[in-house]
T-cell receptor
Framework: GESVGLHLPTLSVQEGDNSIINCAYS??????FIWYKQESGKGPQFIID?????DKRQGQRVTVLLNKTVKHLSLQIAATQPGDSAVYFC?????????????FGKGTTLSVSS | DAGITQSPRHKVTETGTPVTLRCHQT?????MYWYRQDPGHGLRLIHY???????DKGEVSDGYSVSRSKTEDFLLTLESATSSQTSVYFC???????????FGQGTRLTVV
């Protein structure tokens, strides 16, 4: 079936390194994608989004890349810090006749060591 | 937290009892969502609403019903709770279908 998923459930990096978190999606009709960060005991928080008419978008220390040809999304975090340790989710908006649903992947746990 | 309040924040209930979770927003956003979060499954969409009295099923809607009689409130009901519905439930709101969603703090539900 169609799904949004992440390639790796865990990622461990050293402080100061760059982190890359990947996500594959299968619904070619999806036109909006979001990355969320979730810290323990809290709800997911918005990091960055990208629409399908773009292939790259940059924020503060984060960059999202979208490759529609292979249906791949990635989140790059520059100079990773201990405070970046969290679970990261990609999500896509899927539209149907009723409305638009926000569908999440399973998440990648990022661990940053000092 | 973007004007979202989930209640209760924690609940323990017995198998077979009805349970209603409430999501209240002060942002006047059109879209509201209910998700459940379980280890190894990420966030799974239960139901969502795209306007007053307009709702649709999500990925895991069996055993759940929802109602939205006014813009600010979205209720999730477990008609007869089962142990498999033990989870953390998140509400989210969004001004439109193709914009970011803002999440509440979650409700931890335990069915014993």
């Amino acid at each position: 079936g169609e799904s949004v998923g992440l390639h790796l459930p865990t990622l461990s990096v050293q402080e100061g390194d760059n982190s890359i978190i990947n996500c594959a999606y299968s619904n070619s009709a999806s036109d909006y994608f979001i990355w969320y960060k979730q810290e323990s005991g809290k709800g997911p928080q918005f990091i960055i989004d990208i629409r399908s008419n773009m292939d790259k978008r940059q924020g503060q220390r984060v960059t999202v890349l979208l490759n529609k040809t292979v249906k791949h999304l990635s989140l790059q975090i520059a100079a990773t810090q201990p405070g970046d340790s969290a679970v990261y989710f990609c999500a896509e908006n899927r539209a149907n006749q009723a409305g638009t649903a926000l569908i999440f992947g399973k998440g990648t746990t990022l661990s940053v060591s000092s | 937290d973007a004007g979202i309040t989930q209640s209760p924040r924690h609940k323990v209930t017995e198998t077979g009892t009805p349970v209603t979770l409430r999501c209240h927003q002060t942002e006047n956003h059109r879209y509201m969502y209910w998700y459940r979060q379980d280890p190894g499954h990420g966030l799974r969409l239960i139901h969502y609403s795209y306007g007053v009295k307009d709702t649709d099923k999500g990925e895991v809607s069996d055993g759940y019903s929802v109602s939205r009689s006014k813009t600010e409130d979205f209720l999730l009901t477990l008609e007869s709770a089962t142990s498999s519905q033990t989870s953390v439930y998140f509400c989210a709101i969004s001004p439109g279908g193709n914009t970011e969603a803002f999440f509440g703090q979650g409700t931890r539900l335990t069915v014993v």
